[in-house]
């Protein structure tokens, strides 16, 4: 796999802005709500389609004001990255800047005073003072007690209901970035896998999927990529170690990255030995398991009907020997773990898939002394049924 044979169409950013705010401006009038007021990394590259530092110094750094009566929201950026935005989004037109000389908000721990008087000062020039205005749900408490101190008769109410229904379709110009983000993953989780053998270590392998990534043009990883070799307990598994490959081993590589703010992920495992019934068996159990879930997915099915026919049918391959926990995927976007969660029924809220939709389905299972057999995919729901987004070779 290479760029060049992803025909990726370019990313029309204004037309992606505008087309998040159209549905978070609904989101908005069906609660009553006059403003949103977003602060994360997620949210902001959602509603701005502009990329920021990402870590966790700026993780509240960023701030967006987007009213009722306007089509592009107000920016709040930290100061030093003004130029750029303009720049990049000329469509922007309103941009205070936020300071970091002599403001209590960019440090860590983060407090509350200089930021917060510029926001109010929007508001009132928008005379939203008295009105409902929603918050983003990771702004911090420290600021959100400012504004009901300094508004005292501002509405404030929470904004994760809107952000989560507006976010879990995702428009034509949202899928062109997925689309890259999967055609990098593959080519990250490809070169992982074809660095696996004897005697290399899990951090050797999770270096070379990151440097793929980078080298063709991810923001980012999804996370440190999850490199796990032999047998495993089923927590302390997060980090790649300095753990050796060893014969008999399963290695299974479970990563993706960012391109344009959104993410892909997807997960392969192979096994460093041959004649191996039992490995071979189990890895027969969880493709047919999730070859099940994408034939049912659909406009319409249920994510918890997803979870129930690759349970089932990983039960009946195995004998009953294998069987999922509540969890078997999950919804992709701007963030890692979005809706539709796809798990058990009466452990995930339910949702009818709609195309537009962006998941992954993830079946594992372990074989005890070998490792953890993991298969993932990546899914957008259309109007016939379900795209597969990531097309790396299952071979054991």
Same mark, same amino acid.
């Not at 997915?297 to 994510?303: H, I, S």
């Given at each position: 796999m290479n760029l060049a044979d992803a025909h990726i169409d370019s990313i029309d950013w204004k037309a992606l802005v505008e087309l998040n705010c159209q549905r978070l401006r609904e989101g908005m009038r069906e609660a009553g709500v006059e403003a949103l007021i977003t602060s994360t990394v997620d949210n902001w590259r959602y509603i701005t389609g502009i990329p920021i530092r990402q870590s966790m110094a700026y993780s509240t750094t960023n701030l967006t004001l987007l009213a009722q009566e306007?089509?592009?929201?107000?920016?709040?950026?930290?100061?030093?990255v003004m130029g750029n935005i303009r720049n990049m989004a000329p469509w922007f037109e309103d941009i205070?800047?936020?300071?970091?000389?002599?403001?209590?908000?960019?440090?860590?721990?983060?407090?509350?005073g200089v930021w917060m008087q510029i926001v109010v000062q929007a508001l009132k020039e928008l005379k939203l003072e008295s009105r409902k205005v929603a918050l983003d749900p990771a702004t911090p408490f420290c600021w959100k007690d400012e504004l009901a101190t300094k508004l005292p008769r501002l509405g404030i109410v929470d904004g994760g209901d809107i952000l989560r229904h507006a976010r879990v379709i995702k428009n034509k110009e949202e899928q062109k970035a997925i689309r890259m983000a999967c055609v990098i993953g593959e080519i990250g989780v490809q070169a992982g896998l074809d660095a696996v053998d004897a005697g290399r270590t899990e951090a050797e392998i999770a270096a070379i999927v990151e440097?793929?990534?980078? $080298?063709?043009? !991810?923001?980012? /990883?999804?996370?440190?990529p999850f490199v796990m070799a032999g047998d495993y307990p089923r927590v302390g598994r997060l980090c790649p170690t300095q753990k050796v490959v060893r014969h008999g081993d399963l290695v299974r590589i479970d990563s993706g990255c960012s391109y344009g703010g959104y993410f892909s992920d997807l997960s392969r495992t192979v096994f460093v030995g041959s004649g191996d019934k039992e490995v071979s068996d189990a890895y027969t159990c969880v493709y047919e398991a999730l070859m099940a879930g $994408?034939?049912? !997915?659909?406009? /319409?099915?249920?994510?918890t009907d997803l979870h129930e026919v690759i349970n089932d049918t990983l039960q009946r391959l195995s004998g009953k020997r294998y069987e999922l926990g509540w969890f078997v995927g999950h919804g992709l976007g701007v963030g890692i773990h979005e809706d539709p969660m796809i798990g058990r029924r009466g452990r995930v809220e339910e949702f009818a898939m709609q195309p537009g939709m962006y998941f992954c389905l993830e079946p594992c299972v372990v074989v005890p002394g070998k490792g953890m057999i993991g298969l993932e995919d990546d899914y957008l729901i259309t109007e016939d049924g379900a795209e597969v987004l990531t097309r790396t070779e299952f071979h054991l």
């Open positions: 306007r089509e592009f929201p107000i920016l709040l950026p930290l100061g030093d205070r800047p936020l300071p970091f000389e002599g403001a209590r908000e960019p440090q860590q721990p983060l407090g509350a440097h793929e990534f980078r $080298a063709h043009g !991810a923001e980012g /990883g999804l996370s440190t $994408a034939r049912l !997915a659909k406009p /319409g099915t249920r994510n």
